[in-house]
Structure formats: C-alpha cells, structure tokens
C-alpha cells in the first residue's frame, strides 16, 4: 500500500480491522496465486513492496528458505500490524519504503514482488524505474492489480452503498483500488521504464468471509473509506453497515459467503 492522503491513509485502526475482517474476504486467494508463480522463479533475493500487513509476506519465509527476503510498505502502521503477527525469520527483514524513492542498490534482487499495491503508487512510471533499478539483469517484477470493480462485486456493492448515503460528495475511495487495469497503459509504462518482456494474465478468484456483517464490517472500517465517512458523517456508519451487509446477504447468503473476484497478474522482465 503506497498511500498517504488524508482520506486514502491505511493508518491508526484501519490497518488491524483490514487485516482480520478482509484478509480471507479478498487478499489471501491471491497471495496464495502469486506464491505459486514466486515458486517457478525461486529467487534467493525477494524485495516485496506494498507488503501491507503481511498477507503474503507471511508466506515468504517457508516457501524460499534460502532466499533473503526484504519486506517494505510506505506506511508504518501495516508494517507494525505485519510484524505483531508475524514470527521472526533469519531471513526475513522490514523496512518502510517509498517505492518511488528506494533507498537499496543497484541490481540488488533477482525478484520483486507486489500484490495490489502497484495501483496507489503515487507516480506508477517513477516506481517502474525504480523497481528496474533494484532488479538484477534478468530478474522479474510480478505484481497484482485489480480489475474492473464491475467483476468485484463486494467492493462494487460498498461503492454503491456509500453513494447512497452520501450521494453529494461521495467518497471515492473505492474506485481507486480499481482505476489502474488498462493493459496498453500497463505494459507502456513498463516498456517506457526499460522492461523488456511483459505479459498480463487475467485471474479470477473467489473471497471467503464467516458472515456478510464480517465482510461490510471490513469493507467500511478496514478501509480508507472510514476515514472519508467519518469525516462526513459518522454517525451513518451503523445503518451504512447494516445495509451493506444486508445487500452482501442478498446476493451470496447469510453466513459463509463467498464472493467472486477478478485481478489482473502482471510480469516483467528485465
């Protein structure tokens, strides 16, 4: 998560209820997706950006035990919930980076690796150079990116939701995970950052969580679109809740849901 505006900021409570209520919901499927591809590398030098609150860092340690393994977040505040929860590894180490301005060397890594990230970089062509610099000749960016939020129907129900509510000056915030999938734009912007292999993969998966208030729960807490509704009118959070979660029942059930995702799998080679 490269993210720092007032109202798009993973920081205070936000990290924590992310990390229970929306792990399962729509993260883990797709760390689990990108350790399988991580594995047909087998990098024995790993930066991950955007590590958030660890959700595939967690991974990491076991699957490439020989690998040295940097984890990073332009934010303290997920590093802090990653580092609560996850063990200490000899060969795992934190640091807070800015993915447009990384203070590592040149050709330092084989792999470097992003899941939903990518698309809060605050200037996406600046990291592309970046992320090229770290990576050793020959060596692999693999990151994920939403999909249009038409495919991703618990954040496309939040959006909804939250507009009704506020239908003048809605919060935005959830067309933003969702506004960096264009492949021409992708794959031109990684060219322009000297890459000289791409391709993109469109994957589709589904989110698990125990109950539909669990979910609108996460969806509106664990979210930077807490921030922006409590500074308009956080009282509303209950009854927004209570109809997202009632719109969540509607269309997967009343506990155990599962909920279909789409994102795209991007990679490239130096």
Not at 77 to 89: C, E, Y
Not at 114 to 134: I, L, S, T, W
Not at 160 to 186: C, E, H, K, M
Not at 219 to 247: D, F, K, S, V
Request: proline share 6%; charged share 20%.
């Amino acid at each position: 998560m490269e993210i720092l505006t007032e109202t798009t900021a993973y920081a205070g409570s936000i990290p924590a209820i992310y990390d229970r209520y929306l792990a399962s919901l729509l993260f883990e499927p797709y760390a689990a997706e990108t350790l399988t591809r991580l594995k047909a590398l087998q990098p024995t030098s790993l930066l991950e950006l955007a590590s958030g609150t660890g959700i595939l860092t967690r991974l990491l340690p076991e699957a490439f035990p020989d690998a040295q393994i940097l984890a990073s977040d332009i934010h303290p505040d997920t590093l802090q919930v990653a580092r609560q929860k996850i063990k200490d590894h000899y060969n795992l180490r934190w640091e807070v980076i800015d993915a447009t301005h990384m203070p590592l060397e040149d050709a330092e890594f084989d792999v470097v690796v992003a899941n939903f990230g990518v698309m809060f970089f605050k200037d996406k062509p600046q990291a592309f150079k970046e992320v090229m610099r770290v990576l050793k000749p020959g060596g692999t960016f693999l990151f994920t990116v939403w999909d249009s939020i038409a495919f991703n129907t618990a954040c496309n129900l939040a959006d909804t939701t939250v507009a009704r509510f506020f239908p003048a000056n809605t919060p935005g915030f959830f067309q933003l995970p969702y506004s960096y999938n264009d492949d021409y734009i992708i794959k031109r912007s990684l060219h322009a950052a000297g890459f000289s292999e791409t391709d993109i993969e469109v994957v589709s998966l589904m989110g698990y969580s125990p109950s539909p208030a669990d979910a609108a729960k996460g969806l509106l807490q664990g979210t930077p679109a807490n921030t922006a509704i409590m500074e308009r009118n956080g009282a509303a959070l209950p009854a927004m809740e209570a109809a997202l979660a009632e719109e969540l029942r509607m269309h997967f059930g009343s506990k155990d849901i599962h909920v279909p995702m789409q994102a795209k799998v991007v990679r490239a080679v130096k």
